[in-house]
């Protein structure tokens, strides 16, 4: 963080790591932990011991307060939230129909909930609990099992709808890109911005399907200038691989990916046209995948 | 449809990577309260734990990716978020307040009124005897650092003993804990689901 200051040697930082784990180093040393723990794996498995040791003495909560899930529940599609909200939102600006002040006791609700409708709101389960969690679904008219499923499939298509004026070939990638969210073996990964990103609000979703094409869905990339484009790496095998350019402005792309290679992150860099074999900059947006 | 009930942690947290509001809840519902409580104990404020929980919860909502199964459990990865971002709010108060009023006391005594605080909730009472089991000097750095969102440097001045001295008997301590909580068999939070 501060590069005014020499580097700590590695025994220095060693000497470090329990107090690490209990925050109680001042920022600038913190910075240089977490920088050491980036590329050493056995002070990221100590570092992470410590905090299943600490994670024992603080677990003494009692039930969790279901008024402040509700308050939770109430923040979930903030446009904070880096997801198809913000995208959906962007391209096609409400309806976002996300009643309030419904939220009747919904104790008779069978747990799949499935009459979940508009401001249903859906508990949980009663048997374990002294209190009793609510659900909100997000104003679609669906079983709770297939809420999530449902949203982005409404989401995409106010994307599809908005695209599909301007581009019929990015329609279809936008129709293909749904097809593949609804399939549940699909995977999402998220790319965020990075501390030298232009814009800290960018972000990029991937959506993995199980055949041979992804697609790609960016928000908040600012246009390159003309003669630069955007490019898009996987992580393999601690390789940065190139996965394609994406040309200097992207919403919306489909991309060549083989599903049974495995990618540990994926990141994106602005290049020169064409694109490069080597990136020597840092990543506009990145993200990790999880397995 | 993955029954909610019964999925790992991990699983869970897949599940919020698509959005899906059950699964997040059903973190909140195994996690919540130790999360809140955690941070009602270094804050001292209900108003506060519920700002921070509500981060907390928030953060896994649109970040779920920072949580790596593989490096442990979900519990563990929560209750340390909790801790830090508690922690920090703590910290930009105290210096808030001392901007305000110098002549505000800052001293050791709040510090060891924490330590005799640690214990007032219900704990496990092998985890109690795993940390009363330490030497003193390793386990009040520990309690004045974890509970008391104290840096090590603030705990050295408190306890009158060289910096470098309780960085490592930090160390040590969170070593020798690790140790006597496995000899009593006791299992890392969440470890079973």
Not at chain 1, 31 to 47: G, I, K
Not at chain 1, 50 to 65: C, F, K, M
Not at chain 1, 192 to 209: C, I, Q, W
Request: charged letters at 25%; glycine letters at 8%.
């Amino acid at each position: 963080m501060n590069e005014a200051l020499p580097e700590r040697s590695e025994h220095e930082i060693e000497e470090l790591l329990g107090a690490y784990a209990l925050d109680a180093v001042d920022p600038d040393e913190a910075a240089a932990v977490e920088r050491h723990l980036r590329t050493c794996v056995r002070c990221s498995a100590e570092v992470a011991s410590y905090h299943e040791v600490t994670g024992l003495l603080a677990n003494s909560g009692g039930d969790a307060p279901t008024a402040l899930w509700d308050k939770i529940a109430d923040r979930l599609d903030e446009p904070a939230a880096p997801s198809w909200d913000l995208l959906a939102a962007r391209l096609d600006p409400p309806p976002r129909s996300r009643p309030s002040g419904t939220e009747p006791d919904g104790a008779s609700e069978p747990r799949d909930g499935s009459a979940a409708g508009d401001g249903t709101v859906i508990p949980l389960d009663g048997r374990r609990r002294r209190g009793r969690l609510f659900v909100r679904a997000m104003g679609v008219v669906a079983a709770a099992a297939a809420v999530a499923a449902l949203v982005l499939g409404v989401q995409v298509r106010h994307l599809d709808h908005q695209v599909s004026a301007l581009s019929a070939g990015r329609s279809t990638v936008t129709a293909a890109m749904q097809t593949a969210l609804e399939n549940p073996a699909t995977q999402r990964v998220l790319l965020t911005a990075t501390p030298t990103s232009p814009d800290r609000t960018a972000t990029v979703t991937l959506v993995l399907g199980t055949s041979d094409t992804s697609y790609l869905a960016a928000q908040g990339l600012p246009p390159l200038a003309p003669g630069e484009t955007y490019q898009l790496w996987g992580v393999i095998n601690n390789q940065r691989i190139s996965l394609g350019v994406l040309g200097a402005a992207p919403t919306v792309r489909a991309f060549s990916f083989d599903s049974g290679v495995k990618v540990a992150a994926f990141a994106i860099t602005a290049e020169q046209a064409g694109g490069v074999v080597q990136s020597t900059h840092a990543p506009v947006v990145e993200g990790v995948v999880r397995t | 449809m993955i029954d909610l009930e019964l999925a790992s942690d991990a699983n869970l947290v897949v599940a919020v990577g698509r959005w899906h509001h059950p699964a997040l809840a059903e973190c909140y519902r195994r996690h919540g309260g130790a999360v809140h409580a955690l941070s009602r104990r270094i804050l001292r404020s209900e108003q506060a734990a519920e700002e921070i929980t509500q981060e907390v919860f928030l953060d896994l909502w649109q970040h779920p990716e920072k949580f790596d199964a593989q490096r442990g459990t979900l519990r563990s990865f929560l209750l340390a978020r909790t801790h830090g971002k508690s922690v920090d709010l703590i910290r930009a108060e105290t210096s808030r307040r001392r901007r305000e009023d110098r002549t505000t006391r800052e001293t050791a005594t709040s510090g060891y009124d924490i330590e005799h605080q640690v214990w007032d909730m219900t704990v496990a009472e092998q985890v109690h005897e795993a940390l009363t089991a330490l030497p003193d000097d390793l386990r009040r750095p520990i309690e004045l650092a974890y509970f008391g969102g104290r840096t090590y440097r603030e705990v050295a001045t408190m306890l009158g003993e060289p910096e470098g001295t309780v960085k490592s008997r930090i160390r040590a301590g969170l070593s020798r804990l690790k140790v006597n909580l496995a000899e009593r068999g006791v299992e890392p939070a969440g470890a079973e689901r």
